[in-house]
């Protein structure tokens, strides 16, 4: 009888451990981050549980690359200029890069980027889309500005500022110039890719496979020591991915097809947003 009350103390304790952590907020926990490369650092935390039509969904993780545009440089890859959609692995064996995550969403044509983007004179979308609203933007040509930023239509210049970066994406923002969440009201699960800038200047990527609701993955993000200030979508779905690709660490996150659905894919992607060494 002794043992087995034992037996169950401690099935009681580790239930209560398990669940402990798992709903916990983000925010009362250290982030373990991990050196990959000098200017890359990742991160693999677990969102605060969401909710899906009045259910609670399973726990979600999320991965994070914490990226230093002053000891990194940042690539725009797209298929309108170099000839055909590859999946992120091909792009980043081809182009021998560092990290790499969904550039964009795109249009059903396969190539073009559903808001405005450009890599230097090749412009993949030349049409600023008025409902979307951040931009990533990089390698400029001046060392005044920040080698790489989220920038936010409703609170900088970006009228000015565009035409002094090379690299331009635009898609939607998922945080207002306040910092509250936005797509409150999108409340269907899909995979997730992100790209956003930190109070320090750091570019974030971040991804998760698992499907979840866009504001329970804002919401998320925004209860874990990260910093964030900006915050831009990238990409959604099956499509959503993201890659490491350095000595430390090799690894590629695909999105779900759905939730019940446990496989993802490697897509053919026509616009990767890729990570190199310094040059």
């Given amino acids: 009888m002794r043992l087995l009350s034992v037996k169950y103390i401690c099935t009681f304790l580790f239930a209560f451990l398990f669940t402990g952590l798992s709903t916990f907020p983000c925010a009362a926990r250290t982030l373990l981050w991990s050196s990959l490369e000098p200017g890359i650092e990742s991160c693999e935390s677990v969102l605060p549980l969401g909710s899906y039509r009045g259910k609670e969904t399973s726990v979600v993780s999320v991965v994070m690359l914490r990226l230093n545009p002053t000891m990194v440089d940042f690539e725009l890859l797209m298929a ?27 249009l059903p044509d396969g190539l073009t980027s559903t808001g405005y983007m450009r890599r230097d004179l090749h412009a993949n979308n030349s049409r ?133 659905l446990q496989i993802g894919g490697m897509a053919l992607l026509p616009n990767v947003l890729g990570v190199t060494r310094k040059q």
């Fill in 80 to 106: 309108s200029e170099q000839g055909e959609a590859r999946t992120l692995e091909d792009w980043a064996s081809k182009h021998e890069l560092l990290a790499a995550i969904n550039a964009s969403m795109y």
């Fill in 128 to 260: 600023v889309v008025n409902s979307f609203g951040a931009f990533f933007v990089a390698m400029p040509d001046s060392a005044v500005l920040p080698r790489a930023a989220v920038l936010d239509r409703q609170q900088d210049n970006w009228k000015e500022l565009l035409p002094h970066y090379k690299i331009v994406i635009q898609n939607f923002r998922m945080l207002s110039p306040e910092g509250a969440p936005l797509w409150n009201s999108v409340d269907r699960p899909f995979s997730i890719s992100a790209v956003g800038e930190d109070v320090n200047g750091n570019i974030l990527f971040i991804h998760s496979s698992r499907p979840v609701a866009v504001k329970d993955f804002v919401k998320g993000l925004l209860t874990m020591p990260l910093g964030i200030k900006r915050l831009m979508y990238v990409e959604g779905g099956h499509q959503a991915a993201m890659l490491v690709n350095t000595p430390a660490q090799k690894r590629v996150w695909t999105g779900k097809y759905s939730p019940l």
